[in-house]
């Protein structure tokens, strides 16, 4: 086996390790990418397709990581289009340094997560064979931050199934209303990190919302029959 290939399996099996978030996907991906190809610095740009633009996500230079604001707004006629369109796996420019660009998108993908750009301040350019491994590497990083992205919602969500079932339990258990309404605040501010929770409900003729509730971020409950 390659180098190349060897380094493109031990980074797959690193950014497989369990429980990542897409934060620390892409950071360590960014890292990997960098020191292998030789890159001054490298940096992630995440596709907007309704607006039709690249927001910078990440940049990983001399071993650090930084988020720094970049936007880079496409139309049919930047050179950059594309790559991000899927017509060519890479695009390369010389000025004012040594840039190449290769597109994020795992496999199947209908529209792309984005771009990274490598960027080497000397005069020594990308050849070839490292522009294909860049397009590589980012495919293998675009499949596994699409991974880790669906592992996120299904524990969020799964979180969330749970508290509403704790919160059901509780409310169908409690014999008095009240007490039901303040263990039900307290449980969705505490689950949901929320710095205030409140209650209204309609009164009698239908007319008007009238505070019951609230809770605060320290879970303290307060009346708001005023309100």
């Known amino acids: 086996m390659s180098k190349a290939k060897e380094e493109l399996y031990r ?59 970049q936007k880079i707004h496409l139309d049919p006629s930047h050179p950059l289009w594309q790559v991000v369109d899927g017509g060519r796996p890479s695009l390369v420019f010389r000025d004012p340094h040594q840039i190449l660009y290769a597109p994020l998108r795992w496999r199947g993908s209908l529209k792309p997560q984005g771009v990274i750009r490598l960027e080497r301040y000397g005069k020594r350019a990308f050849n070839k064979g490292e522009r294909r491994l860049a397009s590589e590497f980012a495919q293998e990083l675009a499949q596994n931050l699409h991974s880790a992205e669906q592992d996120q919602s299904n524990r969020l969500q ?52 009238r505070g019951e509730m609230g809770v605060d971020i320290r879970g303290r409950v307060q009346n708001l029959r005023s309100d």
């Open 158 to 209: 799964l979180k969330r199934l749970s508290t509403l079932t704790e919160l059901t339990g509780v409310f169908a258990s409690s014999l008095r209303v009240q007490d039901s309404l303040r263990l039900i605040l307290q449980g969705i501010q505490q689950h949901f990190g929320f710095d205030r929770v409140r209650l209204y409900v309609v009164d009698k003729t239908g007319a008007k919302l």
């Open 11 to 69: 980074f797959h099996k690193e950014l497989n390790a369990p429980q990542l978030t897409p934060f620390e996907v892409m950071e360590r991906g960014l890292s990997r990418i960098a020191t292998f190809l030789r890159a001054d610095c490298l940096t992630s740009f995440l596709w907007d397709d309704a607006r039709r633009v690249l927001s910078l996500g990440l940049s990983c230079s001399k071993g650090r990581t930084l988020q720094t604001e």
